[in-house]
């Protein structure tokens, strides 16, 4: 499935960001990086494709980021700088030719780190929490709006924690735990956070708690930041919000609305197709039987649907208009995966396997794999 995409990609797209797979030809989404080869080049490592990965290594040295135009702050970080970081980490390892001074140094550790200083303008905010987009020339635009989501302001300890301890220079860190942490206050009394944020007052601007859309990937970097740099305390974040979520967003049956983020009361009986790496974060700090109990929810209604619907009404038991698609979200497969590395149980190998025989049945075309409306 990978070589299939991969193979029509590199054929009919490359140097455009992404493949059209019902044209076969190519397109830029998000700043023209020529991202599908950014961000698979770890997952040929992953296959063990030392060979073509060599070759890529070298093709990605030579991304322009010098050029006027306007990029997602949270989307270059997390698909750029953090496909740039992995590619080096694992440059030895597919027998890539590395200076004795790596990991410390090398080309793509340089270009990652030439791209966060590009992103650095955008977190000199009054909260540190980071504006949306910056042009990667003039630095944050004139007329951005200073309202962010949650995840837009949450997301970047991974890469920039590690950007910072193979550099030894500490800004990058500094400015993705000030973010964490001015999030974390402005939390309401019940431990619930908003969706969307006014980064210059830290007023919430969407007053509605959910664990998935505008959220999800706060709470991800709250877990894995706190596993990968040794720092219990954002942990011990991450179980307040479980705590309040438990109490406030979940309805008893291992699905989660949305809420008032200070009152608590119930406001839309919607399951979002991004809750669902919740069952795989739940996984990570070591409760497997609401994982387990979470995930089965979500997968009887993938075998209701053979795909997971972007909004799903739980009082209606049916899919929001207009939004009945499935994008090829890989949030799902994702906790099926944490769970059955947690638990060696066969059921979630069967749940994979519902997953990609749908995928081969309704996605696949002649030249990669397309999202269903």
Known sequence: MFHHAYDSYLKYAYPYDELRPLTCDGYDTWGSYSLSLVDAIDTLATIGNSTEFARVYILIQNLDIERDINVSVF??????IGGLLSAHLLAKRMNVSVSDTWPCTGPLLELAVALANKLLPAFDTATGIPYGTVNLVWGVPVDETNVTCTAGGGTFLVEFGTLSRLTGDPIYEQVALRA?????????????????????????????????????????????????????????????YIKAIDEHLSDGTGWFVYANYQQGRKTMPLFASLDAFYPGLLTLVGQLDRAKETLYAYHAMWRKYGGMPEFYNLVNQDCMQGREGYPLRPEHIESIMYLSKATDDDIFLFMAADIFEAIESCCKTSCGYTSVN
Request: with cysteine; hydrophobic share 35%; charged share 20%.
């Open 180 to 240: 964490l942490q001015s999030l974390w206050s402005k939390r309401s009394s019940l431990n619930l956070v908003g969706n969307h944020i006014n980064i210059q007052t830290g007023e919430w601007t969407a007053n509605d708690c959910t664990i998935g859309s505008g959220v999800d990937s706060y709470f991800e970097y709250l877990v894995k930041g706190a596993i990968l740099f040794r720092q219990p305390e954002l942990m011990n974040m991450m179980n307040e």
């Open 75 to 80: 989307e270059t970080n997390i698909r750029v």
